[in-house]
């Protein structure tokens, strides 16, 4: 059975610094791995994905996420914190030949100025 | 992409009603999906929601409890039966335009439903 588990469930930052959010994933097949984020009072939209290609995958509004199968990790990380990126992020995966999307708690990034 | 629409955006219900929320894609879709959003939790999937066909329910969800109708490639609903307050969640609708695993889904903004 598949699973993501997102490490922290708070996470906070001052404005500029380092953004870490942590995801491991358990699959008996090679997964796909998925980081949305949920602004307040809206649906969730993707940030970027990994489908086998590059390790090191770049998404949207500088995020960036690298699998790593030795550690069986996909941890989401963006250079610089703005006040914008305040929200919750979702780490799920999916499995080849499959369609259902598993995903995790989620980790609510606060941002501080 | 897709842009998907839900109606309605909030709703607050009585004990033992039943709402339909409705979800509406602006362009044809292979798979529609609802999901179930309780307070600071995330997201759990309630059923697949299949063109022509009946939908498929995940474990601890049942038809009686939340049947839902997918007439078209562009629309579903999805309803919530005999409420209780445990129903009380923000309810997800999500598509998948190809139905592969790969793809990206597309979230509506959801329909924050409140039962006293």
């Known amino acids: 059975a598949q699973s993501v588990t997102q490490l922290g469930s708070h996470v906070s930052v001052s404005e500029g610094a380092l953004v870490l959010l942590r995801c491991n994933y358990s699959?008996?097949?090679?997964?796909?791995l998925f980081w949305y984020v949920q602004y307040p009072n809206q649906g969730l939209q993707l940030l970027l994905k990994?489908?086998?290609?590059?390790?090191l995958v770049k998404g949207i509004n500088g995020f960036e996420a690298e699998f790593k199968k030795s550690e069986t990790s996909f941890h989401l990380t963006k250079p610089s914190a703005h006040m914008s990126d305040a929200a919750e992020y979702f780490c799920?995966?999916?499995?080849?030949?499959?369609?259902?999307?598993?995903f995790g708690a989620g980790t609510r990034l606060f941002v501080k100025a | 992409s897709a842009v998907i629409s839900q109606k309605p955006s909030r709703d607050i219900c009585q004990r033992g009603t039943s709402l339909t929320i409705q979800c509406q894609v602006d362009?044809?879709?292979?798979?529609m999906f609802w999901y179930r959003q309780q307070p600071g939790q995330s997201l759990t999937l309630i059923a697949t929601?299949?063109?022509?066909?009946?939908?498929?329910?995940e474990s601890g969800f049942v038809i009686d409890k939340f049947p839902i109708s997918r007439p078209n490639l562009t629309f579903s609903t999805l309803t919530v039966s005999n409420m209780s307050p445990e129903d009380s969640s923000i309810y997800l609708c999500s598509v998948s335009i190809t139905g592969q695993s790969t793809d990206t889904q597309y979230f509506g903004p959801g329909t924050r439903l409140t039962v006293l």
């Open positions: 990994y489908t086998s290609a590059a390790t």
């Open positions: 362009s044809q879709v292979t798979m």
């Open positions: 799920a995966v999916t499995k080849s030949g499959g369609f259902k999307t598993i």
């Open positions: 929601a299949n063109q022509g066909s009946e939908a498929t329910y």
């Open positions: 699959s008996s097949v090679p997964p796909y």
